[in-house]
């Protein structure tokens, strides 16, 4: 048994997303667990160096969480031949530029979504890193969520029979910064800084859609600018530029060929009445089921009830006890980490990994489906973006 060291240039975390679910939840973590465990019993210890701007909060950060090397100068990170994988999680409009220079670097690539603000953006780094021959990935947590897990072996399982539809309801209240403080930042609602719910949420539906339930063939989608003035982190009135809403109709290719259909609402201006944040509700000829993060319940055909609709009286039936909880059956870690575990084993043992930069494009591909959907205010058909090997 041996220990590989595996530099990563770590930029963008010193943000919310990077900070909580990629450095201090996933990095650190794998550090403080002794790194990942490889097939033949060796190990690889990540050594990040923190990138970022503003040299004394990426030094606090480094500092606080037992990490030695930071830096404000990414020219020279990127030059050093010791570090071989860049990971971005800064801004969307950052993102194209900073991963061609990295790929022109030689490193690999591993970064959230989206991968850019607009298709062709996405594709020329797909290019990019298809020339240069470097192992690439993008974040796509949600697959990893345990409420998800639960629904693919649903699914794997036959449990649902053929499937039929999918109801996504995902959202909660985003404060407008006047009677409570704001949670998410600013440039979330202006267009022009790649502020947007459909930019931030859609890619993240493409590949929970094509993975669970079937490969996204058409799209309905209608945006909206619900709160058309937020405060900022100074508390000053700004116009929201972007959408805060998304309400949106898939048509999709199930796993059997039948056709599902996929209805997805996301907001940041609902309040929430629901198991959680985000529910998954799926419909089959033999059962259905509803998902949320971590947990999943599921009503199987025999054991149906049969409603009685009868708006004269107050109604009876406990609808909630009527479903069964699917049981626990593996630990699942952190959704984040148990995929940069998957890439640091792919960039170390060529492990297989198929959340690639193309899958990311994917993503982008149905944001501006969707956003041409709502400006003509039709049906798009999403061809197919890449030839089936």
């Known amino acids: 048994m041996s220990t590989q060291r595996l530099g990563i240039i770590m930029h963008g975390v010193t943000g919310r997303m990077g900070m909580n679910q990629h450095l201090i939840r996933s990095i650190?973590?794998?550090?403080?667990?002794?790194?990942?465990?490889?097939?033949?019993?060796?190990?690889?210890?990540p050594d990040p160096i923190l990138v970022g701007r503003n040299?004394?909060?990426?030094?606090?950060?480094?500092?606080?969480?037992?990490?030695?090397?930071?830096?404000?100068?990414?020219?020279?990170?990127?030059?050093?031949?010791?570090?071989?994988?860049?990971?971005d999680a800064g801004t969307t409009q950052m993102r194209p530029d900073l991963l061609a220079r990295a790929i022109a670097a030689g490193k690999h690539i591993y970064c959230e979504k989206p991968i850019a603000t607009g298709l062709d953006e996405a594709?020329?780094?797909?290019?990019?890193?298809?020339?240069?021959?470097?192992?690439?990935?993008?974040?796509?947590?949600?697959?990893?969520?345990?409420?998800?897990r639960k629904l693919d072996m649903l699914r794997r399982s036959g449990f649902f029979g053929r499937m039929l539809s999918v109801r996504i309801e995902f959202g909660y209240w985003v404060f407008e910064g006047d009677l409570q403080p704001i949670q998410r930042p600013s440039w979330n609602y202006r267009k022009e800084d790649g502020?947007?719910?459909?930019?931030?949420?859609?890619?993240?539906?493409?590949?929970?859609?094509?993975?669970?339930?079937?490969?996204?063939?058409?799209?309905?989608?209608?945006?909206?600018?619900h709160i058309p003035e937020r405060l900022d982190e100074q508390g000053q009135p700004y116009e929201a530029t972007a959408d805060d809403a998304a309400y949106a109709t898939f048509e999709l290719k199930g796993h059997n060929g039948e056709p599902v259909i996929a209805q997805v609402n996301s907001s940041w201006t609902t309040r929430v009445r629901r198991d959680d944040l985000v529910t998954f509700h799926?419909?089959?000829?033999?059962?259905?089921?509803?998902?949320?993060?971590?947990?999943?319940?599921?009503?199987?055909?025999?054991?149906t009830p049969r409603p009685v609709w009868n708006p004269d009286e107050k109604q009876k039936m406990p609808f909630m006890e009527q479903w069964q909880t699917v049981p626990d059956t593996e630990t699942c870690d952190n959704g984040f980490k148990?995929?940069?575990?998957?890439?640091?084993?792919?960039?170390?043992?060529?492990?297989?990994?198929?959340?690639?930069l193309e899958e990311g494009a994917k993503g982008v591909q149905l944001v501006e489906t969707a956003l041409q959907s709502w400006q003509e205010r039709r049906w798009v058909d999403v061809p197919a973006l890449f030839p089936k090997n």
């Open 55 to 87: 040299l004394d909060k990426i030094k606090a950060l480094a500092q606080a969480h037992g990490i030695e090397r930071c830096t404000d100068d990414l020219d020279a990170a990127l030059a050093n031949p010791e570090d071989t994988v860049f990971f």
């Open 282 to 303: 799926v419909d089959g000829t033999h059962g259905s089921a509803v998902a949320g993060l971590t947990e999943c319940v599921v009503q199987p055909r025999v054991s």
């Open 123 to 148: 594709l020329r780094v797909c290019r990019l890193a298809k020339d240069a021959g470097i192992k690439h990935g993008v974040v796509q947590d949600k697959l990893f969520l345990p409420g998800l």
């Open 338 to 356: 148990i995929q940069w575990e998957h890439f640091i084993r792919h960039v170390v043992a060529d492990e297989p990994f198929r959340w690639t």
């Open 195 to 225: 502020g947007g719910m459909i930019l931030d949420m859609v890619c993240h539906w493409r590949y929970v859609l094509d993975n669970l339930f079937g490969e996204v063939q058409s799209v309905s989608c209608l945006g909206a600018t």
């Open 28 to 45: 650190v973590a794998i550090r403080r667990q002794g790194g990942v465990a490889l097939a033949n019993g060796d190990r690889v210890m």
